[in-house]
């Protein structure tokens, strides 16, 4: 079970979630390259330019650790990271659990992303020009839940422990990505789990996934905040058991 984290965070932040299942799977959980303790120099800004670059780090770490399909757990921009090694390499993959994706953030014509390009370009102005400031305002928000603020402080030192430089390039590569068209393209079984109130991926973001993928499940959990694996472990796990059941067998 290869856990992956969301942009802003590190493998640490599987805690709550991965314990859950170290008893029925090997685990791993690892650092996307230039965040958490990842070597900062193998950061290439042209192999990263693109999600893909993290697609194929997947696949190497999958082909190093794994000795067969494995079952992948993603957040936020990882969902889409894990979704394209499953249209790469589909043979490597059991299943894929999505926590708090969205293959593109800005509203296009029916799909609603949950943000204009306005909102987008004004989101990488503030942070190209108060990195600090962008991920001490935005971090609490990300996180939700008021009454955890023990979260939200360590989501925002997170935000700030990481490099700027390659913080803004990967913030850029992300919020602009669109991965729409690669939705139908991925056949492996796919959970799709969303919080009841996201102000990063909206339900209508799931519910477009859960129309498109080919084989989902689509679980809302009743939470605030764009990041259960941490806020609802437990709900989370509930939910990723109940997939597992359906899909293992």
């Known amino acids: 079970m290869v856990f992956a984290h969301g942009f802003g965070c590190d493998h640490t932040m599987w805690r709550f979630l991965a314990p859950a299942y170290e008893k029925r799977f090997r685990t791993i ?3 996307l390259v230039g965040s958490g303790r990842s070597d900062v120099s193998a950061y290439s800004r042209e ?3 693109t999600l893909h670059g993290y697609a194929d780090d997947l696949l ?5 650790f794994a000795t067969g399909p494995v079952i992948f757990v993603g957040h936020s921009v990882s969902t889409m990271i894990g979704m394209l090694a499953t249209v790469k390499a589909p043979q490597k993959f ?11 953030y800005i509203n296009d014509g029916d799909y609603v992303g949950g943000f204009s390009r306005e909102d987008i ?3 990488l102005e503030t942070m190209e020009a108060n990195y600090l400031g962008w991920s001490s305002s935005l971090a609490p928000a990300i996180m939700g839940v008021p009454d955890r603020p023990e979260l939200r402080e ?4 997170s935000f700030c422990r990481n490099d700027p430089d390659i913080a803004k390039h990967f913030a850029r590569v992300t919020f602009l990505s669109d991965h729409r068209a690669d939705v139908a393209r991925s056949t492996v079984p796919a959970l799709i789990l969303q919080c009841s109130e996201d102000i990063v991926a909206p339900r209508s973001v799931g519910a477009f996934l859960h129309q498109n993928l080919p084989v989902s499940t689509l679980h809302i959990i009743d939470n605030v905040g764009h990041c259960p694996h941490m806020s609802a472990p437990t709900a989370s796990s509930h939910a990723i058991d109940d997939f597992l059941a359906h899909t293992l067998r």
Do not use: H, W
Request: aromatic share 6%; hydrophobic share 35%.
């Open 121 to 123: 370009d004004e989101l």
């Open 60 to 64: 190497e770490v999958i082909d190093e």
């Open 94 to 104: 059991r299943a894929q659990v999505m926590v708090g994706p969205s293959p593109c």
């Open 29 to 31: 959980a690892f650092d």
């Open 154 to 157: 360590e989501l925002t030192n």
């Open 47 to 49: 192999k990263y330019g």
